[in-house]
Nanobody, 125 residues
């Protein structure tokens, strides 16, 4: 079982930056593709970004492209979501997820069997 611990959320103003971290308990972190999703009340979990096990492939949702960057450090068993130029519409609970690298980088939440707890990101105008 892979355990994921998320940190880095908070309350910021529009235009500010935040970096979320997702640290895995699994020693085989380098065998996992990682994803970030976000959810607001009453809506489905939405894809934000994903990165392959090696870091060689990334995918970012159009709504955050150019502002958010996903990365990973396999030596630290940690994936990151750097969020710049935050907007009020980025307010959500952010979740990280992991999937075995046998699959490709995916935007589908149901492709990720392992999930961390959410962290609230609130962007004030």
């Amino acid at each position: 079982q892979v355990r994921l611990v998320v940190s880095g959320g908070g309350l910021v103003q529009a235009g500010d930056s935040l970096r979320l971290s997702c640290t895995a308990s699994e020693r085989t972190f380098s065998r996992l593709n990682m994803g970030w999703f976000r959810q607001v009340p009453g809506k489905e979990r939405a894809f934000v970004a994903a990165i392959s096990w090696s870091g060689g492939t990334t995918d970012v949702a159009e709504s955050v492209k150019g502002r958010f960057t996903i990365s990973r450090d396999n030596a630290k068993n940690t994936a990151y979501l750097q969020m710049n130029s935050l907007k009020p519409e980025d307010t959500a609970v952010y979740h990280c997820a992991a999937a075995p690298r046998t699959g490709g980088v995916s935007r589908g939440a149901n492709e990720y069997p392992y999930w961390g707890q959410g962290t609230q990101v609130t962007v004030s105008s």
